[in-house]
């Protein structure tokens, strides 16, 4: 899920802040470097006031909150199961359009998760490693 998908609503701390205390959270939290998303939550800035006023908010404890919530919704909606990556891996390894090596290669990420499944180890991934770069072809679950 996109990182400017996340609903801060979903966040108590979010709800604490005023309006562009919200809109920094959400700028800042979108990757927009500190000054951008003082500018950008419509702070007015002289001079560097922007890079000094931002550094203030980063260590505002109500900001700080929201921020840490909002990255761990945001780490939460990027976790998938060992069942979502089989399905993954099964599609690779049915799909016409893929190249050999990457059908070897989902089945041998297939053989680690079904290891990984059969020790009963976390479902949110711990201890499988996938790298899907030498995997080129993207396929939707």
Wanted: charged share 30%; hydrophobic share 40%.
């Amino acid at each position: 899920m996109p990182r400017d998908l996340v609903d801060p609503n979903e966040t108590p701390a979010f709800d604490e802040l005023n309006s562009r205390q919200q809109k920094f959270v959400m700028a800042y939290s979108q990757g927009a470097a500190a000054s951008a998303a003082y500018v950008q939550a419509g702070y007015s800035a002289r001079g560097n006031s922007a890079e000094v006023n931002a550094s203030r908010l980063l260590k505002d404890a109500k900001i700080c909150s929201a921020l840490a919530e909002l990255a761990a919704l945001q780490k939460s909606q990027y976790v998938i199961t060992c069942e979502d990556r089989a399905k993954v891996m099964k599609t690779i390894m049915e799909s016409k359009k893929s190249r050999d090596c990457d059908k070897l290669k989902a089945v041998e990420i297939s053989w680690r998760i079904e290891e990984h499944k059969a020790a009963g180890k976390d479902d949110r991934g711990g201890g499988v490693t996938i790298n899907f770069t030498k995997i080129e072809q993207t396929f939707v679950v």
